[in-house]
């Protein structure tokens, strides 16, 4: 059963569209890959279905008509974002940017500190000392402590040394692995998307262009939407 659905989705800014009709569904449990080009529509998908900007066509989230809702409310009904750029509370210290917006269930700040030990260290450091890396790690641990449904990674491991990256992407494998979170993913790091996610969907300037299980995805198809 699809935990999120979109169907028909169009968005604008302003007089500029960008959304021409996107369509995706993520089972619960499940992760989904959003790909594509920079530009093509993936980060207004997101905002979309977090709330942040008005859409027309079909959102709804376990049911839930998602395009009548302001964004807060989307959130309590269990929709965790990590932003593109993380974000994080600069003045505030890793432990105060974990519990400001932490709700009650299986994730507290023991358990983030399981899944990512820098933290655990670095508790009472304020986030703007962290390094790119660490805070990309705040900002996944601060969405995983309010205790989503679904998580949301916009661009999470862009920008980072590799090292770092491959922290990252274990830590969504562990996600996968042990929890029952569905996960929509947006990346375009093709291998480690294949690793971790059960199907994809891809957008060409505003448009889902290709969906299907990761492992269909073929070389060629990746060469045409995602690759450079």
């Given at each position: 059963?699809?935990?999120?659905t979109l169907?028909?989705?169009?968005?604008?800014?302003?007089?500029?569209q960008a959304?021409?009709g996107?369509?995706?569904?993520?089972?619960?449990?499940k992760?989904?890959?959003l790909m594509?080009?920079?530009?093509?529509?993936?980060?207004t998908?997101?905002?979309c279905i977090?709330?942040?900007?008005a859409?027309?066509?079909?959102?709804?989230?376990?049911g839930?008509?998602?395009?009548r809702?302001?964004?807060h409310?989307?959130?309590?009904?269990?929709?965790g974002?990590v932003?593109?750029?993380?974000?994080c509370f600069?003045?505030?210290?890793?432990?105060?940017?974990?519990t400001?917006a932490?709700r009650a269930?299986?994730?507290?700040l023991?358990?983030v500190?399981?899944l990512?030990?820098r933290l655990g260290?670095?508790?009472?450091?304020?986030?703007?000392s962290l390094s790119?890396?660490?805070?990309?790690?705040?900002?996944i641990g601060?969405a995983?402590?309010?205790?989503?449904r679904l998580?949301?990674?916009?661009e999470?491991t862009?920008?980072?040394?590799p090292?770092?990256?491959?922290?990252?992407?274990?830590?969504?494998a562990?996600?996968?692995a042990?929890?029952?979170?569905?996960i929509?993913?947006i990346?375009k790091?093709?291998k480690e998307?294949?690793?971790?996610?059960?199907?994809?969907?891809i957008?060409?300037?505003g448009?889902s262009?290709?969906q299907?299980?990761?492992?269909a995805l073929?070389?060629a198809?990746?060469?045409q939407?995602?690759?450079?």
């Amino acid at each position: 059963m699809s935990l999120l659905t979109l169907a028909n989705v169009t968005a604008a800014y302003g007089a500029s569209q960008a959304l021409f009709g996107v369509s995706l569904a993520l089972e619960e449990g499940k992760v989904l890959a959003l790909m594509g080009r920079n530009g093509m529509g993936k980060s207004t998908t997101v905002k979309c279905i977090c709330r942040m900007m008005a859409a027309q066509g079909q959102i709804t989230f376990d049911g839930h008509d998602l395009l009548r809702l302001p964004s807060h409310r989307a959130a309590r009904l269990g929709i965790g974002l990590v932003p593109e750029g993380r974000r994080c509370f600069a003045s505030l210290t890793v432990q105060e940017n974990l519990t400001a917006a932490a709700r009650a269930g299986e994730w507290d700040l023991g358990k983030v500190a399981e899944l990512f030990p820098r933290l655990g260290e670095r508790k009472d450091q304020r986030a703007a000392s962290l390094s790119g890396g660490e805070q990309q790690m705040l900002a996944i641990g601060r969405a995983l402590m309010t205790n989503p449904r679904l998580l949301i990674l916009d661009e999470a491991t862009e920008g980072l040394a590799p090292l770092i990256r491959q922290e990252i992407w274990a830590a969504v494998a562990a996600l996968k692995a042990k929890t029952g979170l569905s996960i929509l993913v947006i990346d375009k790091s093709v291998k480690e998307l294949r690793g971790v996610c059960d199907s994809a969907v891809i957008l060409e300037r505003g448009r889902s262009v290709w969906q299907g299980e990761i492992d269909a995805l073929s070389d060629a198809v990746t060469q045409q939407y995602v690759g450079v």
